[in-house]
């Protein structure tokens, strides 16, 4: 599960873009810096799933992805083009192989220079390919993806249903979550879309269809809570102006716990998401998130690396660095990547939430408020302070709140933290 949201200006940029990844509580995510390329002709490219052409040339990408995945969750590249996505549950199967909404970002971002290109191929990805494949770490969960697309002029969202898909150009902010959500307020929509619908018996005439109503699974959209974090990211931003709008007001949004706890209720109804015990919100952990202020005079990004954006740092990322760079951990837990020591901070504050939540907050403020400051040039030197300041958090929080774990809610991490070798 997921939540992005994008601001557009009345007259164009700057275009700001953030969002919230949301997976399995070990699934560990690499923030990585690939350099632009030129590839031989006649090669091919492994994906997360299946083969297909290489382009001829692959622009510079900064990315955000599962350690087990060749997609990625987010990221921007070095013409200022930001993607991210949504699981979206609809009525059409998903393919048992196939790419995944991961793979089709990655693959706009590495082969296109703006939004309406990235809109574009992904489209012709989902003519050529089937949507399909494992998309979750140690499940089965498959699904079908919805888009957020950026650049410093314009963005889009692109909602799809397997190869159907609708697409609403962004005007003022717009937030999306885990629902199809565009209705017949499209702007582009597949030449099909109405006429299946319509054979299926999910609309009568144009005047009833709409994409959302007609296509998405009703089960899994309600029980995943996309609509309602969908409003409370939106609500969140309402009133911000995308030209006097700054990097802290977006790690706000993004941190948002609605009801200052860090889980509850069968759905999520949060953007800052924390795993829970119950069925339904296993796969709701926040592992990373990113924000991204798109502009012709020269962009800029900021990631965390790392899950639970309330008790991380947004840390500044390279657009065009002109070699590899890479935070990537590893996909079982080790001592030393960013991501593994964050997360046992992490998991050692959700073992009493209200006591332990600020530790070291004046420190995390202080790292973040450096970070932004220095920007992007020092970037290497903030992402090591991150990880070095970890231990004294850990110290730090471990010194609040009791040492007894009780309910359902910190019995589900321990059992977790054991199963993934963790110790707390």
Not at 87 to 101: C, D, H, I
Not at 130 to 157: C, E, I, K, N
Not at 222 to 240: E, F, I, Q, V
Request: glycine share 8%; charged share 20%.
């Amino acid at each position: 599960m997921c939540d992005s949201v994008a601001i557009v200006g009345d007259s164009g940029g700057p275009v700001w873009l953030a969002k919230n990844s949301d997976r399995e509580p070990s699934e560990a995510q690499a923030v990585e810096h690939h350099v632009a390329a030129a590839h031989a002709s006649g090669a091919v490219l492994r994906c997360t799933h299946v083969e297909l052409p290489q382009a001829a040339k692959t622009f510079a990408i900064t990315i955000s992805r599962p350690a087990w995945m060749w997609g990625c969750e987010m990221g921007v590249n070095s013409h200022g083009l930001a993607v991210a996505n949504e699981a979206v549950f609809t009525r059409l199967p998903v393919a048992g192989s196939g790419l995944t909404s991961m793979d089709m970002q990655r693959l706009a971002l590495e082969r296109c220079r703006s939004a309406d290109e990235a809109l574009a191929l992904i489209i012709e990805l989902l003519e050529r390919y089937p949507q399909g494949g494992r998309m979750s770490h140690t499940g089965s969960l498959r699904y079908h993806g919805s888009f957020l697309l950026g650049d410093p002029q314009a963005a889009w969202v692109l909602e799809t249903a397997g190869s159907l898909w609708a697409a609403q150009r962004v005007r003022g902010r717009r937030s999306i979550s885990n629902a199809l959500s565009i209705e017949d307020d499209f702007d582009q929509i597949h030449p099909g879309a109405f006429e299946f619908a319509r054979r299926r018996g999910w609309c009568r005439s144009s005047r009833d269809f709409g994409f959302a109503r007609c296509f998405a699974g009703r089960f899994y959209t309600l029980a995943a809570g996309g609509r309602a974090r969908a409003a409370r990211t939106s609500t969140s931003t309402a009133g911000l102006d995308v030209h006097e709008l700054a990097a802290p007001e977006l790690a706000a949004t993004l941190r948002d716990h609605a009801d200052d706890r860090p889980a509850a209720g069968l759905r999520m109804h949060m953007p800052c998401a924390h795993a829970s015990w119950l069925p339904t919100r296993r796969a709701g952990q926040t592992t990373a998130s990113m924000i991204v202020r798109l502009d012709a005079g020269g962009s800029r990004a900021w990631m965390t690396g790392t899950s639970s954006p309330c008790l991380s740092v947004f840390k500044p990322v390279p657009l065009e660095l002109g070699r590899a760079w890479a935070c990537g951990p590893p996909e079982q837990p080790d001592d030393d990547s960013l991501w593994w020591r964050h997360e046992r901070f992490h998991r050692l504050v959700l073992g009493d939430w209200s006591a332990r939540r600020h530790a070291a907050a004046d420190q995390r403020a202080a790292l973040e408020a450096w970070a932004l400051a220095l920007g992007p040039a020092r970037f290497e030197e903030i992402w090591r302070a991150h990880a070095e300041a970890l231990p004294s958090w850990i110290e730090a929080a471990a010194s609040l709140g009791s040492p007894l774990e009780r309910g359902a809610f910190t019995s589900y991490w321990r059992r977790q933290s054991r199963r993934d070798g963790l110790r707390r």
